[in-house]
């Protein structure tokens, strides 16, 4: 079943995306999801020249021989560019070929271990009264789980804080499109000791609101030495959290055996990984609880699949990243995998637009806090070109964070 089209489709409908659309000689099309937030044109430069040359013409139905030839084959191993680039074609392949068995991919898999994937929401606040009521409304929405992220007393603005008051908060999207009188990515201004003291204080409101089952989840956002994040890991115990995530930058796993040392609350880390690789001290040695990637990010289905198989070895749970900048293409597939893996944990949703779901028809559905994927053959996923071509690209950065005094800082 040969490949005859690859198209590599960037789109902006409320935020950048990039998709691969396959089809083979029969007519068969599949969908890959290669949204890299803030660097969208260099995965598509790495499709359009490297590899959509090499798909032309190849075997639709050989995935683990196309993600090996793609992987090896690249000499350059590994990287967020290469492995989202990778992921596209192989999550294209999987969703081609759960067509042509006439299959949900989750089938494919393995079939369903649980009636449907707990998810997590954002709710967020400048301050506590507008924290819990978004809380209020994510539980209104239906959500089970919820991330709390807050901002503080003093910061004009603060990771994953969405812009409060009319609008859709599901429409936060931290990266800001450049314009004549932004050229720049906007700048955040940061203090991890303000940070330190007021995280307490909001998890002390939260538990006092809503009590102590509603699973809780916050995001570090990498910006902790270790003993900071095992100072906050400590303070947060009395709350009971699901997870503490990217407590501090992923490179270092020897950050993590030191938080791990000082605190029970349970880590969550590699959003920003891309290879089974990056995790193999951290699920040798139990230094986290959950696997943050995403299949958009991790070499798609086939190495997502990899990395989980390794992580139920260590008693390491799935948390797949599912922020809106993981396209509905990259959802699906999540859930296909939530859906049928055994170490299934959670899944983040953040929920797309209104927008972004004019170009991206999809089928999976949200009750009663848990997802569940399509059971139409394939992902269950389509992507409207006509519609996508109304959104162009627009050039947009991810913040960058300083210290008061100017350094520049992780965000
Ligand atoms: C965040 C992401 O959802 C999360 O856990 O870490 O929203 C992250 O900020 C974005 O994916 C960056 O593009
Ligand atoms: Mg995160």
Same mark, same amino acid.
């Given at each position: 079943?040969? +490949?005859?089209?690859?198209?590599?489709?960037?789109?902006?409908?409320?935020?950048?995306?990039?998709?691969?659309?396959?089809?083979?000689?029969?007519?068969?099309?599949?969908?890959?999801?290669?949204?890299?937030?803030?660097?969208?044109?260099?995965?598509?430069?790495?499709?359009?020249?490297?590899?959509?040359?090499?798909?032309?013409?190849?075997?639709?139905?050989? +995935?683990?021989?196309?993600?090996?030839?793609?992987?090896?084959?690249?000499?350059?191993?590994?990287?967020?560019?290469?492995?989202?680039?990778?992921?596209?074609?192989?999550?294209?392949?999987?969703?081609?070929?759960?067509?042509?068995?006439?299959?949900?991919?989750?089938?494919?898999?393995?079939?369903?271990?649980?009636?449907?994937?707990?998810?997590?929401?954002?709710?967020?606040?400048?301050?506590?009264?507008?924290?819990?009521?978004?809380?209020?409304?994510?539980?209104?929405?239906?959500?089970?789980?919820?991330?709390?992220?807050?901002?503080?007393?003093?910061?004009?603005?603060?990771?994953?804080?969405?812009?409060?008051?009319?609008?859709?908060?599901?429409?936060?999207?931290?990266?800001?499109?450049?314009?004549? !009188?932004?050229?720049?990515?906007?700048?955040?201004?940061?203090?991890?000791?303000?940070?330190?003291?007021?995280?307490?204080?909001?998890?002390?409101?939260? %538990?006092?609101?809503?009590?102590?089952?509603?699973?809780?989840?916050?995001?570090?956002?990498?910006?902790?030495?270790?003993?900071?994040?095992?100072?906050?890991?400590?303070?947060?115990?009395?709350?009971?959290?699901?997870?503490?995530?990217?407590?501090?930058?992923?490179?270092?796993?020897?950050?993590?055996?030191? +938080? %791990?040392?000082?605190?029970?609350?349970?880590?969550?880390? =590699?959003?920003? /990984?891309?290879?089974?690789?990056?995790?193999?001290?951290?699920?040798?040695?139990?230094? +986290?609880?959950?696997?943050?990637?995403?299949?958009?990010?991790?070499? =798609?289905?086939?190495?997502?699949?990899?990395?989980?198989?390794?992580?139920?070895?260590?008693?390491?749970?799935?948390?797949?990243?599912?922020?809106?900048?993981?396209?509905?293409?990259?959802?699906?597939?999540?859930?296909?995998?939530?859906?049928?893996?055994?170490?299934?944990?959670?899944?983040?949703?953040?929920?797309?637009?209104?927008?972004?779901?004019?170009? /991206?028809?999809?089928?999976?559905?949200?009750?009663?806090?848990?997802?569940?994927?399509?059971?139409?053959?394939?992902?269950?996923? !389509?992507?409207?070109?006509?519609?996508?071509?109304?959104?162009?690209? %627009?050039?947009?950065?991810?913040?960058?964070?300083?210290?008061?005094? =100017?350094?520049?800082? !992780?965000?």
């Amino acid at each position: 079943m040969k +490949i005859v089209s690859a198209e590599v489709i960037v789109t902006s409908p409320g935020r950048n995306f990039v998709t691969l659309r396959l089809t083979t000689e029969d007519g068969v099309v599949g969908l890959g999801d290669a949204t890299l937030n803030g660097r969208e044109l260099a995965v598509e430069s790495y499709l359009d020249h490297h590899l959509v040359p090499l798909l032309i013409g190849s075997d639709a139905s050989r +995935i683990e021989d196309t993600w090996q030839q793609l992987y090896r084959g690249a000499y350059w191993r590994r990287g967020p560019v290469t492995m989202a680039a990778i992921a596209a074609v192989d999550t294209a392949l999987w969703d081609i070929k759960a067509k042509c068995a006439g299959m949900p991919l989750y089938q494919l898999l393995g079939g369903a271990s649980r009636i449907g994937a707990l998810a997590y929401g954002h709710a967020s606040g400048r301050d506590i009264p507008e924290l819990l009521d978004s809380i209020r409304e994510h539980l209104a929405q239906g959500y089970r789980a919820i991330r709390v992220q807050s901002g503080i007393p003093g910061f004009e603005s603060v990771y994953g804080v969405a812009a409060s008051g009319g609008g859709d908060r599901y429409d936060y999207e931290p990266a800001r499109p450049t314009s004549d !009188d932004r050229p720049r990515p906007t700048v955040e201004t940061w203090d991890t000791r303000a940070y330190l003291r007021h995280l307490p204080t909001v998890f002390e409101a939260v %538990r006092a609101e809503f009590g102590p089952e509603l699973p809780l989840l916050h995001d570090g956002h990498h910006r902790m030495r270790p003993i900071e994040a095992a100072r906050l890991g400590k303070s947060l115990e009395p709350y009971d959290l699901f997870w503490l995530e990217d407590a501090t930058p992923a490179e270092d796993p020897s950050a993590l055996r030191w +938080i %791990r040392h000082h605190t029970t609350t349970p880590l969550a880390i =590699g959003e920003v /990984f891309n290879s089974i690789h990056d995790y193999v001290p951290l699920l040798s040695e139990r230094l +986290i609880d959950y696997v943050r990637s995403a299949v958009t990010h991790t070499g =798609g289905v086939t190495g997502m699949k990899k990395l989980l198989d390794l992580a139920a070895l260590h008693g390491v749970k799935s948390g797949m990243h599912g922020p809106t900048d993981i396209s509905p293409v990259g959802m699906a597939a999540a859930l296909h995998l939530d859906l049928a893996v055994h170490n299934f944990g959670i899944q983040e949703y953040m929920r797309h637009s209104a927008r972004t779901l004019e170009v /991206f028809r999809t089928s999976y559905r949200f009750e009663d806090g848990l997802l569940h994927p399509s059971d139409t053959p394939g992902l269950g996923v !389509d992507l409207d070109v006509a519609a996508a071509r109304r959104f162009p690209y %627009r050039q947009a950065y991810l913040p960058v964070a300083r210290l008061r005094d =100017g350094t520049v800082h !992780d965000w």
